[in-house]
């Protein structure tokens, strides 16, 4: 009788162990997918702060004419952006916020806006150009890029008053995207009929990179070309069509015109603690025109087009 009322006490025991343990389990779940929940919304607040309070800043100074320099001026009144100069040389500027538009807390923003003479991991869909201004730079460019495509490049400039242009293209991947004859090899770049002297990109070791001086351009016709440069437009070919590419250029000696405007924005509960959500946005915009690749001749030159030779 005695082993009897032992063996039940001991599966008593078993069964609200069990029990204690499910119990456990199961509020742990439930506080982790309240917790997951919080945090989705925190996110998604801290999100829409931080899309809105950047649109502002973009909706001022999102156009190129516009200088930032103009931004304290244009921000700090009557909006609740507060923008100072934090570094003249750089051309950067420091926007702040705080906002309970989108939350029960307020929720504080940080966004920063600036002029950069590189172009940094700009994203350039397949047979879409990008336009650099160079406004008469003449001297090198090291151009990156972060997979296989050929880039097609054409130089743009001013001849005593007529525009013309010069077309090259640069295919050294594996696999090539264009076929030639052995006499014009396009991913050749020992080859002297290249307008374009393509050099190696120091530091660089794969294919996707390579080294222009502008300086060095020629006709087709071997002769140096004489004039300004004023755009180089850069196109990406490549064998996926909904493929792009993340462009990186660099110029020499920091005499490169400024090519892009860059902007973050990141947003956060500044009392909320270590477990705040955070939401960072980046976005970038070119300042050189970007004239649709179908009509950019005839915007660019008003119809006086000249192919060189």
């Known amino acids: 009788?005695?082993?009897?009322?032992?063996?039940?006490?001991?599966?008593?025991?078993?069964?609200?162990?069990?029990?204690?343990?499910?119990?456990?389990?199961?509020?742990?779940?439930?506080?982790?997918?309240?917790?997951?929940?919080?945090?989705?919304?925190?996110?998604?607040?801290?999100?829409?702060?931080?899309?809105?309070?950047?649109?502002k800043v973009l909706d001022v100074v999102g156009k190129p004419s516009i200088a930032i320099s103009q931004l304290p001026t244009l921000l700090n009144s009557p909006t609740d952006i507060s923008c100072t100069e934090t570094q003249a040389a750089q051309k950067l500027y420091t926007c702040t916020a705080v906002n309970s538009d989108f939350s029960e807390n307020k929720l504080t923003t940080t966004m920063t806006v600036q002029d950069t003479k590189d172009v940094n991991d700009f994203p350039i869909y397949k047979d879409r150009?990008?336009?650099?201004?160079?406004?008469?730079?003449?001297?090198?460019?090291?151009?990156?890029?972060?997979?296989?495509?050929?880039?097609?490049?054409?130089?743009?400039?001013?001849?005593?008053?007529?525009?013309?242009?010069?077309?090259?293209?640069?295919?050294n991947g594996s696999p090539r995207i264009y076929?030639?004859?052995?006499?014009?090899?396009?991913?050749?770049?020992?080859?002297?009929?290249?307008?374009?002297?393509y050099k190696h990109y120091i530091g660089k070791t794969d294919d996707r990179a390579v080294s222009i001086r502008i300086s060095d351009i020629v006709t087709l016709a071997g002769t140096p070309f004489t004039g300004t440069p004023i755009t180089l437009k850069i196109t990406p070919?490549?064998?996926?069509?909904?493929?792009?590419?993340?462009?990186?250029?660099?110029?020499?000696?920091?005499?490169?015109?400024?090519?892009?405007?860059?902007?973050?924005?990141?947003?956060?509960?500044?009392n909320g603690g270590s477990s705040t959500a955070v939401a960072n946005i980046e976005t970038k915009i070119p300042l050189a025109?970007?004239?649709?690749s179908v009509l950019d001749a005839s915007i660019l030159t008003n119809g006086i087009l000249k192919n060189t030779p």
Do not use: C
């Open 237 to 270: 070919r490549m064998t996926d069509r909904f493929d792009s590419i993340l462009l990186n250029v660099r110029g020499a000696n920091n005499s490169l015109p400024d090519q892009m405007r860059e902007f973050t924005s990141k947003t956060f509960d500044a």
């Open 1 to 55: 009788m005695k082993t009897q009322k032992g063996q039940i006490l001991i599966i008593t025991l078993l069964v609200l162990t069990i029990i204690a343990i499910v119990t456990v389990s199961l509020v742990s779940l439930v506080n982790r997918d309240i917790q997951q929940v919080a945090s989705t919304e925190q996110y998604e607040d801290a999100y829409n702060t931080s899309e809105t309070q950047l649109k």
């Open 179 to 197: 076929t030639s004859l052995a006499t014009d090899n396009p991913f050749d770049t020992l080859s002297t009929i290249h307008p374009f002297k």
């Open 129 to 171: 150009s990008f336009d650099m201004n160079l406004s008469g730079y003449l001297d090198v460019l090291n151009i990156s890029w972060d997979k296989n495509a050929a880039i097609e490049f054409e130089l743009i400039y001013n001849d005593g008053g007529v525009i013309k242009s010069i077309r090259d293209v640069y295919d």
């Open 289 to 292: 025109a970007q004239p649709d």
